[in-house]
């Protein structure tokens, strides 16, 4: 969708899906709130306000070849993290990569 503010040239919003949350962190005590609740109410989001939604996650998950531990959280490769939650320089890559495939 493209919004264009008075006077102004048009400007496209995406709602996007965040990557995987690999444990319990501080501030998000429960990883199925950003693996699973969050993404379902941006794509409703996303859906109702005719808006084009951008999932993060593609590539965050193990190679088909490995498998993850802990069967209560989604399977994220942590190689991709700095911690729990933000990624590092080569899950920003990856998040990049994402961004320009939607575009």
């Not at 503010?5 to 962190?25: A, D, H, K, Y």
């Not at 802990?70 to 920003?92: K, Q, R, T, V, W």
């Amino acid at each position: 969708s493209t919004v264009v503010p008075q006077g102004g040239n048009g400007i496209t919003v995406f709602c996007l899906i965040p990557i995987l949350q690999l444990e319990p962190s501080g501030d998000w005590p429960d990883p199925n709130v950003i693996n699973e609740e969050v993404p379902n109410v941006i794509q409703q989001m996303g859906q109702a306000n005719d808006l084009p939604v951008i999932d993060l996650r593609p590539g965050f998950e193990f190679p088909d070849d490995e498998e993850q531990d802990d069967e209560d959280f989604l399977s994220a490769n942590p190689d991709l993290y700095d911690d729990s939650i933000h990624p590092n320089d080569a899950g920003h890559l990856v998040i990049s990569q994402n961004v320009l495939a939607a575009l």
